[in-house]
């Protein structure tokens, strides 16, 4: 079994930076399983949306409201996956979740836990 583990999130001001982690653990705890591996955010009230994704091909695809100051990278030999995020705006205040999922004959999501990211103004 593979358990996914976001860390990085905390309180920041706007325009400041956080970069967040997504490790791979367990058993079979290598990130080069997953097809994709993307972050996820859910704010209060609001439904979870896709910041970010990457493959294993490193094919990168980014939400509108990111894309230049939100950067998704990944060590395989860390098993981990990067959220760089600059330029940080209230607005991106949220709970922050990494998703792997495995294509097979269907698809299987896994989830980390999440990290609050909380921006200031």
Do not use: H
């Amino acid at each position: 079994q593979v358990q996914l583990v976001e860390s990085g999130g905390g309180l920041v001001q706007a325009g400041g930076s956080l970069r967040l982690s997504c490790a791979a653990s367990g058993a079979s705890g290598s990130i080069l399983r997953f097809n994709v591996v993307g972050w996820y955010r859910q704010a209060p009230g609001k439904q979870r949306e896709l910041v970010a994704t990457i493959t294993n091909g490193d094919n990168t695809n980014y939400a509108d409201s990111v894309k230049g100051r939100f950067t998704i990278s990944r060590d395989n030999a860390k098993n981990t996956v990067y959220l760089q995020m600059n330029s940080l705006k209230p607005e991106d205040t949220a709970v922050y979740f990494c998703n792997g999922y495995v294509l097979r004959e269907i698809r299987i999501d896994y989830w980390g836990q999440g990290t609050q990211v909380s921006v200031s103004s």
